[in-house]
């Protein structure tokens, strides 16, 4: 079965200072993968996606992910956080034909002046 | 495009009465979702619809909980009756599912209804 996990719950960085959060992923197949990012009160986002196109891929807002199957991860970075980054952000995996997605448990991230 | 439209955007009711809450998918997507998220739970997916008809249900927490999709430009998801427990951000979500390999079934989300049940 296909699962996700956000390994940290919450992450707390200094603006201009880079910002990782990590992901680990669980699948019997070549997954597709997503991280979409949570506003206070707001609605979710879709950063970017893995379809099996570029390990690497690219977002919005600067942000980027690699997809590494050595490692069945999908880390989350930015070169350099900005206060407007601070939300809670989901990896999740996409199931095989049915439209589904799978989230993580969420990481929340703090940007510090 | 509009994107997912959610209506209302807030909810605040009293114990024991009825709460419908309304979705409108993006223009030509054929999946819809409806999640709660509460901090206690995180992000639940309640019930998702494949060309207007119910594919899982799984997710509905009891039977007080009903959805419908009459056609594909609109879905309710109902509580009768409503109880605190309930209270919870409502999202609902569109995609365009194929069937085929290597889809991306990207999901886009609305707003969101803060449901408030007294």
């Known amino acids: 079965a296909q699962s996700v996990t956000q390994l940290d719950s919450h992450v707390s960085v200094s603006e201009g200072t880079p910002v990782l959060l990590r992901c680990n992923y669980s699948?019997?197949?070549?997954?597709?993968l997503f991280w979409y990012v949570q506003h206070p009160n707001k609605g979710l986002q879709l950063l970017l996606k893995?379809?099996?196109?570029?390990?690497l891929v690219k977002g919005i807002n600067g942000f980027e992910a690699e997809f590494k199957k050595s490692e069945t991860s999908f880390h989350l970075t930015k070169p350099s956080a900005h206060m407007s980054d601070a939300a809670e952000y989901f990896c999740v995996h996409g199931s095989s034909n049915t439209g589904k997605l799978i989230f993580g448990q969420g990481t929340t991230l703090q940007v510090k002046p | 495009d509009a994107g997912v439209i959610q209506s209302p955007r807030h909810e605040v009711t009293e114990m024991g009465q009825e709460v419908t809450l309304r979705c409108k998918p993006i223009?030509?997507?054929?999946?819809l979702f409806w999640y709660r998220q509460t901090m206690m739970r995180g992000l639940e997916l309640l019930i998702y619809f494949n060309n207007n008809v119910p594919i899982d249900d799984s997710g509905m927490p009891e039977d007080r909980f009903s959805a419908k999709m009459p056609n594909a430009s609109f879905s309710t998801l109902k509580i009768q009756p409503s109880e605190p427990r309930d209270s919870a951000v409502y999202f609902c979500?569109?995609?365009?599912?194929?069937?085929?390999?290597?889809?991306?079934?990207?999901?886009?989300f609305g707003p969101g209804t803060r449901l408030l049940v007294l």
């Open positions: 893995y379809t099996s196109a570029a390990t």
């Open positions: 699948s019997s197949y070549s997954p597709s």
């Open positions: 979500a569109s995609s365009l599912v194929t069937g085929g390999a290597n889809q991306e079934e990207t999901q886009y």
């Open positions: 223009s030509g997507h054929n999946s």
